[in-house]
């Protein structure tokens, strides 16, 4: 449970360095660089030690898809609360597609 909650916090902070200057176009561009890098350090924070606490009990492609599924949630919430975009239909069933990799890479075969 650990690895997922510093997971979370870990994308939580780069979903804002990746996307989070788009609602300020007007800022200067270096700007919005040097908060995104700002902001990223602190995902690291998180990131380093939930892959390495992780590691062991998951492997790494199971890490980087727990990764990629927290990713699809924390950017589906962000973008309609932060962003005020639309989610659309089409776009639901696209992560849905992805996150259901999760059992083929979880899977015992």
Same mark, same amino acid.
């Given at each position: 449970?650990?690895?997922?909650?510093?997971?979370?916090?870990?994308?939580?902070?780069?979903?804002?360095?990746?996307? /989070? %200057?788009?609602?300020?176009?007007?800022?200067?561009?270096?700007?919005?660089?040097? !908060?995104?890098?700002? *902001?990223? &350090?602190?995902?690291?924070?998180?990131?380093?030690?939930?892959?390495?606490? /992780? %590691?062991?009990?998951?492997?790494?492609?199971?890490?980087?898809?727990?990764?990629? !599924?927290?990713?699809? *949630?924390? &950017?589906?919430?962000?973008?309609?609360?932060?962003?005020?975009?639309?989610?659309?239909?089409?776009?639901?069933?696209?992560?849905?597609?992805?996150?259901?990799?999760?059992?083929?890479?979880?899977?015992?075969?």
């Amino acid at each position: 449970m650990q690895t997922i909650v510093l997971l979370t916090i870990s994308n939580i902070f780069m979903t804002f360095a990746w996307y /989070g %200057h788009l609602k300020y176009k007007d800022s200067p561009i270096w700007l919005a660089i040097l !908060v995104s890098w700002g *902001i990223a &350090f602190v995902e690291y924070c998180f990131q380093v030690p939930a892959n390495r606490f /992780g %590691h062991g009990q998951f492997n790494a492609a199971q890490l980087k898809t727990m990764q990629e !599924v927290i990713t699809l *949630i924390t &950017f589906c919430v962000f973008s309609v609360t932060y962003l005020k975009e639309e989610l659309k239909w089409n776009y639901i069933v696209g992560f849905v597609l992805m996150i259901a990799a999760v059992f083929f890479v979880f899977k015992k075969w």
